[in-house]
């Protein structure tokens, strides 16, 4: 089983929304912090025990059809039950309603699988059935310690069919399909009652029955009189009329659920328990269930066929389960049902919780966890069961406080901040104050939807609704609106932005989208299985991709447009098992306790092993070749130390808020942090070079100022940015309503300009006044581009979206260059015809890797070790780096010669000296120095020169600088400039120029597609003496191959090996430093700067370790394993870079999305050791959360870090999936981002994971 979904169940998760940390929530983005305290939601004005209260609240669903599909029910009378009515539900809730009113939000659960360290009980939810729809059925259980009421599936457990309201003379009790005991007094008609406690759902009387009505998702249960003081739920539905209905027989028995969207789900019972359940149409089975002769469940089995088995005491409490793995965690209990120790078969998340302490200081009562390490922490409780207080083993205290309904008052961390949240009498969240005593607010509407949203800095959010609570507008603070239109279900019809471009939208009955069609008429569609999963996927263009799931929704098969497929295979719990790609290698992974990877074994044989402490922690990652990988953590549960594969030692430090704020290398260089009351970094000191950061009234970045330069960042009042200045050198940007960037101008005074049509594409650019325009097929590939009225490129895709042919014409139609590619089922090139090149073949081995390439008259071969680096090879010999051909040689991870260069190494595994032998000659050697963020300072070169590199306080070279003979004063300097992460300007001036020269470039993403090269006047640096224009033409990852004047003409053309060493034709009139995506050629050096890193061609090596150590890549210090489809644009994490998809930013094709996520260290490692590049979601998880929006996610991982204290940092990660393959359910709700679009947060189930295509880890470090 998974440890994440007992600790963190989804709905735990979904309700916890943003309150809690109130940090980047209400930073950029305060809006989505407004979206908590669903976990109470009609306060009681009078704090009273359920006083009777008007008809506020718009209790009543649809109800149309309900009873339709329901059997025939007792009759009972109106009124309260008499006196021989049950009482078992009264006597569970006794004089103490608040301990069964507690919400899975407001219950503590640190390090446990999972107790209530309040009440001390033990529970588990699982959820057995998730139907996706505008409503969709879920079917859940859960057990819990103490827990009597259970009926269906043994007393221990609440389900959904054992939902009902027990009914006495004292009133009504809610008995909940979570565990809840709600009681409410008794209403009448029209004068709905809340509850005393717990969450803020209205109790209504209606004819024959009762109503609840639950705020957060506008749903409502109806109950029907049974008689005997009870009333059976027999439908579910919301305003739209969307309904689902529960189907009994004469004697109450469970026969079937059924719902408005089409799903059936039949229930097998036997002996007054559930055994089975259905889905009828398809009669496949989903659950199965076998019980003990006490009635207790022993066995839950999905399509698998083998068995969740759980174990029981005499009291009918949980004592164990055993896993389908064969895995097992046991529990122990006292007298009054706490559960006082847990633990796994070999010692995994072993606890002793003691519940009898006092705090001396408040008198209140102190709950006591202690592992196996012997590490305790410590959890003050009132007396409603509410944890105030957290102390962690270290003694650092978080402290709590709540209401009577459970809602979050405030929250305040180690070291004194304070977030606090105000409510409505509604019990809306109206207020969140942050710690530096700003604060967000928001107003609602009747049916308690946010219609204004206030930020921090003052800007206004606007949304509106129709009378069903659809939201039918938004209203960006930029005061751009965005409509949307419904049908009568509900179901999301149409979507017109603030430019007026709709997209349409069409839903079967369940609300799934089957049919998106762009504005400019571009349709995708969708077919869906009985379980409303997609099997097939037809783009604009008519290709069609299918899907085939498991029962439990996990992919098994893809099949390509083109019939390749690829396969997965899983174990019981849902791990994926292995996967077989299209060329039929096959990647198998293994499992230990909990559903941790322990092994990944790729296609060549290759096996990485993976060790995890007790508490589950990632504690070492043994390479192929035996290296070892070490974490170690401080007890409470934070990275302090992490030792690589050469015994590299980093140690890290952190405030009592958890917070980074150290972190030192082997040579005892520490780079120190110094934060704010939100976490924001004011200061940081690497070894005593300091960089000062503040921050504008968005909280966002607004000057920074480091050693060698000043950074300025200017926004407008939306938040984006206007002006970048970095010492005195400024780049300017102008946006449209849609927040979309219309123009650029340099430092130099180069402006270029864009359009888009209305899918957002880019359609027209202007660069240096030359015009480039774009077209696109209907699936949103670039098929021309056009530039000025000389120069065509063409291009031409298979349908899996690969690039087959491009083609470049130049004056009158001439063909001035052609390449046609061709790949292996999966993906992989393996060939090149090009025009003036000529024909090139390349040999892969089982990984992927290419072992030669073949031309006339040539070849390059390369060999690799397990680890995957190179061990040998050889490339013609008129061809630079020669010296550098032939084997090499290495200690642990370090190159020490290839062929007949030799390197040296600083402690820290940085190459300090890198040595060219040749016969006859006296040897040529560089010698580098770094700082202490890895960073080249300078170079001296086999001359003697001496280079000098400066950086801005965002780590991106701001100039490299030729010292003179002296060693003081400067012979040459170049300028960088610098859009966002790309390069976009360098200005050289030198005593050797009579004039400064400027090469400027212009990106799709990463892919540059224009260079213009001007000369300025020395006095005038914006006045242009002359200046050349030219198209860059890049190969299928976006490195350039051909400079193309406005003639037509080639003024430069490559020539290199695999790996990137570079040459060009000696005639060439032109010359461009950009190689591969994000690397820029430094002839001094032989490197090519990578902004993290510096790359070496010959060697495909980089000369300092990945400063995110093993998350991005198995092989810390290689460059990607192909370079014919990744690339690495930071230096910092390979990704994948199929043709229109190599730019960081492609542009989406029609129905397409974004998704982000962020990540801690063991899920990347999942992520990446998966094999695909995927997310994975494991057994048990019911779902994973995602955003619509970078910040969105960070916000949550900074709100995760708070709550539960994870032990390690968080790094953003981005997907991209078809919009109709996201369930409506699965958004938890709408708030509007800057820019006129929508941030949404979404939780994802398994099957709509397994949609989104590979995973990209984004170019920022983690996420402190």
Same mark, same amino acid.
């Given at each position: ?390 102390? &962690? %083993? *270290?003694?650092?205290? !978080?402290?709590? /406080?709540? +209401?009577?309904?459970? =809602?979050?008052?405030?929250? $305040? @961390?180690? #070291? ?101 069609? &762009? %504005? *400019?008429?571009?349709? !995708?569609?969708? /077919?869906? +299985?009985?379980?409303? =999963?997609?099997?097939?996927? $037809? @783009?604009? #263009? ?101 030792t690589d594969f050469d015994d590299r030692t980093l140690t890290y430090s952190h405030d009592a808020a958890g917070r980074l704020t150290s972190r030192t290398n082997t040579l005892g260089q520490t780079v120190a942090f110094e934060r704010n009351e939100l976490g924001q970094v004011l200061r940081k000191d690497a070894a005593g070079s300091v960089t000062t950061y503040a921050y504008d009234m968005t ?117 001035v260059q052609h390449r046609a590619y061709t790949y292996r089922p999966d993906g992989n090139l393996i060939g090149v015809d090009d025009r003036l090149a000529g024909s090139r073949r390349f040999d892969l081995d089982a990984a992927g ?416």
């Amino acid at each position: 089983m998974d440890a994440y979904s007992l600790t963190h169940p989804a709905e735990y998760l979904q309700n916890l929304s943003m309150t809690l940390s109130g940090l980047t929530s209400t930073v950029a983005r305060p809006e989505r912090a407004l979206r908590a305290a669903w976990e109470g939601f009609k306060k009681d004005p009078s704090e009273g025990g359920g006083r009777i209260v008007p008809e506020l609240f718009g209790t009543k669903g649809a109800g149309a059809l309900r009873g339709v599909a329901r059997g025939a029910a007792k009759g009972a009378p109106e009124g309260a039950a008499g006196s021989g009515a049950r009482n078992t539900a009264r006597d569970a809730v006794g004089d103490d309603p608040a301990k069964g009113s507690q919400t899975e939000d407001s219950r503590v659960n640190t390090d446990t699988d999972p107790i209530d360290l309040a009440t001390g009980k033990m529970y588990l939810p699982q959820t057995d059935v998730t139907l996706p729809g505008a409503l969709p059925l879920v079917f859940k259980r859960r057990v819990e310690s103490g827990y009597r009421l259970g009926r269906w599936f043994g007393p221990s457990w609440s389900s959904t069919v054992d939902q009902r309201l027990e009914i006495d003379s004292e009133g009504v009790v809610f008995v909940t399909e979570d565990g809840l005991l709600l009681p409410y007094p008794h209403p009448a008609p029209g004068l709905p009652t809340l509850p005393s406690h717990g969450p803020r759902w209205p109790l209504d009387r209606e004819d024959g029955g009762y109503t609840i009505t639950d705020p957060q998702t506008r749903r409502v249960w109806h109950f029907a009189d049974r008689g005997d003081d009870l009333a059976v739920l027999e439908q579910i539905d919301d305003r739209n009329g969307n309904w689902i209905t529960f189907e009994h027989d004469a004697e109450g028995t469970p026969l079937a659920i059924v719902s408005s969207g089409g799903y059936h789900v039949r229930i097998s019972t036997e002996a007054d328990r559930v055994t089975a359940l259905h889905l009828a149409g398809v009669e496949q089975e989903l659950m199965r269930y076998g019980y003990s002769e006490a009635g207790d469940l022993t066995e839950v089995a999905n399509s698998s066929g083998l068995p969740l088995r759980f174990t029981y005491d005499e009291a009918g409490r949980v004592t164990s389960w055993t896993d389908t793995n064969d895995r097992s965690y046991r529990y122990e209990y006292d007298d009054q049902d706490r559960c006082v120790a847990e633990g796994g078969t070999h010692g995994h998340m072993n606890l002793r919780v003691d519940y009898d302490g006092t705090d001396p200081e408040t008198g209140l009562r102190m709950t006591t966890t202690t592992t196996g390490e012997g590490h305790t922490r410590r959890f003050l409780v009132n007396d409603t069961w509410q944890v105030v207080a957290d102390i &962690d %083993p *270290l003694g650092a205290v !978080t402290r709590h /406080e709540r +209401d009577r309904y459970n =809602r979050l008052l405030s929250q $305040t @961390d180690p #070291l004194g901040h304070t977030t606090s949240f105000r409510y409505d009498e509604a019990g809306n969240l109206t207020a969140v104050v942050r710690p530096d005593g700003r604060e967000a607010r928001a107003e609602y509407n009747e049916l308690g939807l946010p219609v204004r949203v206030v930020n921090p800095d003052g800007t206004v959010v606007r949304q509106t609704y129709d009378d069903r609570g659809n939201r039918t507008s938004v209203t960006a603070s930029s005061d751009q609106t965005t409509h949307f239109t419904y049908d009568e279900a509900g179901h999301l019809t149409a979507v017109t932005d603030p430019l007026g471009q709709t997209t349409a939208v069409r839903c079967d009955r369940a609300g799934l989208p089957v049919e998106i069609t &762009d %504005p *400019l008429g571009a349709v !995708t569609r969708y /077919e869906r +299985d009985a379980f409303g =999963r997609p099997v097939a996927i $037809t @783009d604009a #263009l008519g290709a069609t991709t299918r899907l085939e799931w498991t029962v439990e929704g996990q992919l098994t098969r893809r099949t390509a447009a083109d019939g390749t497929s690829e396969s997965w295979t899983y174990d019981g719990e849902g791990n994926c098992t292995s996967h077989t790609d299209a060329m039929g290698g096959v990647s198998r992974f293994e499992y230990t306790h909990f559903d941790l990877l322990s092994a990944r074994t790729g296609p060549d044989g290759v096996r990485y092993e993976f060790a995890h402490d007790t508490a589950l922690r990632l504690t070492r990652v043994t390479n192929p070749q035996g290296l070892t990988w070490d974490y170690a953590y401080d007890p409470a549960g934070r990275l302090v130390t992490e030792t690589d594969f050469d015994d590299r030692t980093l140690t890290y430090s952190h405030d009592a808020a958890g917070r980074l704020t150290s972190r030192t290398n082997t040579l005892g260089q520490t780079v120190a942090f110094e934060r704010n009351e939100l976490g924001q970094v004011l200061r940081k000191d690497a070894a005593g070079s300091v960089t000062t950061y503040a921050y504008d009234m968005t909280d966002q970045l607004a000057q920074a100022t480091g050693p060698d330069a000043t950074l300025t960042l200017l926004r407008d009042r939306f938040g984006r940015v206007r002006s970048e200045t970095v010492d005195g050198r400024e780049l300017t940007y102008t946006y449209d309503e849609l927040g979309r960037r219309t123009s650029r101008t340099t430092p130099t005074g180069a402006t270029t300009t864009w359009s888009y049509d209305a899918t957002g594409r880019r359609t027209g650019m202007v660069a240096a006044g030359r015009s480039i325009d774009f077209t696109y097929d209907t699936a949103g590939r670039e098929l021309s581009r056009r530039i000025g009225e000389t120069v065509t490129l063409e291009h031409t895709f298979d349908p899996l979206g690969r690039l087959t042919e491009q083609s470049v014409t130049g004056t009158g139609g001439r063909s001035v260059q052609h390449r046609a590619y061709t790949y292996r089922p999966d993906g992989n090139l393996i060939g090149v015809d090009d025009r003036l090149a000529g024909s090139r073949r390349f040999d892969l081995d089982a990984a992927g890797r290419v072992t030669a390439v073949h031309a006339a008259g040539w070849t390059e071969t390369y060999a690799y070790d397990e680890a995957g680096n190179q061990t040998s090879a050889a490339w013609p010999s008129d061809h630079p780096g020669q010296e550098a051909t032939g084997p090499r040689t290495y200690e642990g991870t370090r190159i020490t010669r290839a062929g007949n260069v030799r390197y040296e190494h600083d402690a820290l595994g940085r190459i300090v000296l890198r040595q060219k032998t040749r016969l006859s000659r006296k040897p040529d050697t560089w010698r580098y120095e770094w700082d202490a963020e890895d960073r080249l300072t300078s170079v001296t070169t086999p001359d003697g020169t001496r280079w000098r590199y400066t950086y801005d306080p965002l780590g991106r070279r701001t100039a490299k600088l030729r010292l003179a003979p002296d060693g003081e004063s400067i012979a040459e300097r170049i300028d960088f400039t610098w859009d966002g992460t790309t390069l976009c300007e360098q200005t050289t001036t030198s005593g050797e120029l009579p004039n400064p020269v400027t090469l400027t470039w212009d990106h799709q993403g990463l892919r540059p597609i224009a260079q213009t090269e001007r000369i300025a006047a020395a006095e005038a640096p914006q006045e242009e003496i002359d200046s050349r224009f030219f198209a860059i033409v890049t190969d299928l990852v976006g490195t350039p191959s051909e400079l193309v004047d406005e003639q037509g003409e080639i003024a430069w053309r490559t020539r290199s090996t695999l790996w990137g060493t570079t040459a060009w034709a000696r005639d060439s009139t032109a010359y461009t430093p950009l190689r591969f995506p994000g690397q820029y050629f430094d002839p001094e050096t032989g490197l090519h700067y990578n902004y993290f890193r510096h790359y070496d061609p010959e060697t495909a090596r980089y000369l300092t370790s990945d400063p995110l150590g093993l998350s991005p890549a198995p092989n810390p210090a290689s460059y990607v394993h192909n370079p014919h489809a990744w690339i690495d644009p930071l230096g910092l994490a390979p990704d994948i870079c199929p043709e229109e998809e190599a730019a960081a930013e492609r542009k989406l094709k029609p129905g397409e999305i974004y998704v982000y996520r962020a990540v801690m260290d063991n899920e990347l490692e999942d992520v990446l050791g998966a094999g695909n590049r995927r997310y994975r979601n494991l057994g048990g998880a019911e779902v994973k959360y995602f955003s619509t929006s970078p910040e969105g996610a960070a916000a949550y991982a900074r709100q995760a870090f708070h709550t539960f204290g994870d032990g390690s940092p968080y790094t953003l990660t981005r997907g991209v999936i078809q919009e109709g393959a996201i369930r409506p359910e699965s958004y938890i709700q709408h708030l509007a981002d800057a820019g006129g679009k929508v941030d949404t947060p979404m939780a994802l189930s398994n099957d709509e994971i397994a949609q989104i295509g590979r995973v990209r880890i984004l170019p920022y470090m983690p996420i402190p």
